[in-house]
């Protein structure tokens, strides 16, 4: 009872202060670059190379989980994934993408998975057609990366406007 009293006592000595709760939430929410640089270095990215990438991220959060799952899961270096990830805007999708791709349809590791997951505007679009196309028609992982990257606009098919 007295814990409860004494958290009553705070929000309300906040309140009080013009404070409420509302900057505890936006701190709450804020950037993790703590979290992303010890991530990254842990995942074996130089110690001044995760500075750089965490300070220059939008969301050093989703930058650091995307080198490590890469790294954790599909067996490719953290240097070449941190390039992919910080190229891209979605990098949660980027690792999602490689990840995908891997463990449906690959045995070793392939850096041109991950290549093609970070060319991607769209990368779980991406995965998903190339897993759909290598499943259904029975080609090559090469081959259905290959046609699902061209795949979208096509600007001789569109005919011109009268």
């Known amino acids: 009872m007295s814990v409860a009293l004494a958290f009553g006592a705070a929000s309300v000595g906040s309140a009080l202060l013009g404070l409420g709760?509302?900057?505890a939430t936006a701190a709450a929410a804020g950037p993790d670059y703590y979290g992303c640089t010890v991530g990254m270095t842990h995942a074996g990215i130089s110690e001044a190379d995760a500075i750089t990438a965490c300070a220059n991220a939008r969301h050093p959060q989703d930058l650091s989980s995307c080198v490590v799952d890469?790294?954790?899961?599909?067996?490719?270096t953290s240097n070449s994934a941190l390039l992919m990830c910080q190229r891209s805007r979605?990098?949660?999708?980027v690792a999602n993408c490689t990840i995908d791709i891997h463990e449906g349809l690959l045995e070793t590791s392939s850096q041109k998975v991950l290549e093609n997951c970070g060319r991607s505007v769209l990368p779980e679009r991406y995965s998903n057609c190339v897993i759909d196309i290598a499943e259904a028609?029975?080609?090559?992982?090469?081959?259905a990366m290959t046609q699902c990257i061209r795949a979208g606009y096509r600007p001789w098919q569109i005919q011109p406007r009268s």
């Open 21 to 23: 709760t509302v900057g």
């Open 137 to 143: 028609a029975q080609v090559g992982v090469d081959e």
């Open 70 to 76: 890469i790294n954790d899961i599909t067996g490719l």
């Open 90 to 93: 979605r990098p949660i999708e």
